[in-house]
């Protein structure tokens, strides 16, 4: 059993690029949520997405932005990068829907660490 | 707004002892929390969980207390071990349909051997 991991490990851009951040899920989960935790903080709640469908939004602007695809491998974009978008983004796998709802263990990865010049 | 608020942003104990880590909320539709273990360059790990139909759940050495009338809960480990030195978050959610967990800011534990 493959855990969630996710790529790149680190990454440098400037104010108002585009980055695209990747996430493979644990084997057999077909949800994915994404978490932004800056530093000193929890993890916030950016978006989840459900058998390829967005299932919940926190309160992130519209540029941010994520795909899922059909083998539950997820991508999460970010346009116009903004200094403080500086942060590590999480992404976490879990079995969702049925009997357990969207509350079942999250696995998380390793995170990518954005640094925004 | 900071809907799970951990006070205490770091906390050292001695090994064997008892280590108390306490955990604020403000929105009483939360009905599910968990803690999350956090080494350095890793992910949060699951460590426990509790519903609010119960006060208490218990795995191993963790239990973790809940007080809804005051909206708060606790993770005791007992005794600590030097392997317990993470950062412990704690998250809550609206649950069991609800995706979106909210976190706590996180308490840096230390045990001394």
């Known amino acids: 059993e493959t855990g969630v991991t996710q790529s790149p490990t680190h990454l440098i851009k400037t104010r108002g690029q585009q980055v695209t951040l990747r996430c493979s899920s644990q084997?057999?989960?077909?949800?994915v949520s994404w978490y932004q935790q800056a530093l000193g903080q929890g993890p916030q709640f950016i978006f989840q997405y459900y058998r390829e469908e967005e299932n919940g939004r926190g309160n992130f602007p519209p540029r941010f932005s994520g795909l899922q695809f059909p083998n539950y491998s997820s991508e999460l974009n970010v346009n116009a990068l903004e200094l403080d978008d500086s942060a590590l983004y999480l992404c976490?796998?879990?079995?969702?829907?049925?009997?357990?709802?969207?509350?079942?263990?999250?696995?998380f990865g390793p995170g990518t660490r954005l640094t925004v010049l | 707004d900071q809907q799970v608020k951990q006070n205490s942003p770091s906390l050292s104990v001695q090994e064997g002892r008892i280590s108390i880590l306490n955990c604020d909320y403000t929105n009483s539709m939360f009905d599910y929390f968990l803690w999350y273990k956090k080494y350095p360059a890793e992910g949060p790990t699951f460590l426990i969980s509790?519903?609010?139909?119960?006060d208490k759940n218990e795995d191993g050495r963790f239990t973790v207390f809940l007080n809804k009338s005051a909206k708060h809960l606790s993770l005791h480990i007992v005794p600590s071990q030097p392997g317990d030195s993470a950062v412990y978050f704690c998250?809550?959610?609206?649950?069991?349909?609800?995706?979106?967990?909210?976190f706590g800011s996180g308490t840096k534990l230390n045990v001394k051997p």
């Open positions: 084997s057999g989960h077909n949800t």
């Open positions: 976490a796998s879990s079995l969702g829907g049925g009997l357990a709802g969207f509350t079942d263990t999250q696995y």
């Open positions: 509790i519903s609010s139909i119960k």
């Open positions: 998250a809550a959610s609206r649950g069991p349909n609800f995706n979106k967990f909210y």
